[in-house]
């Protein structure tokens, strides 16, 4: 999905998105479930660490 998907979804600018992405900005507990609703992972996985490649 690109970000002008999510974007239109969830009517979210580009610049909104971007500055999540890149740590800039902090959305709500509302904002992280709709976006993972988006995406098709749960609430929990979007906010979860990466996981240890070195395991």
Not at 6 to 32: K, M, W
């Amino acid at each position: 999905m690109t970000q002008e998907e999510v974007e239109a979804l969830l009517d979210f600018s580009q610049q909104y998105l971007s500055s999540v992405e890149n740590g800039r900005r902090n959305p709500t507990i509302i904002t992280l479930y709709e976006l993972a609703q988006v995406l098709g992972v749960s609430h929990v996985e979007l906010v979860a660490a990466p996981a240890d490649k070195g395991t």
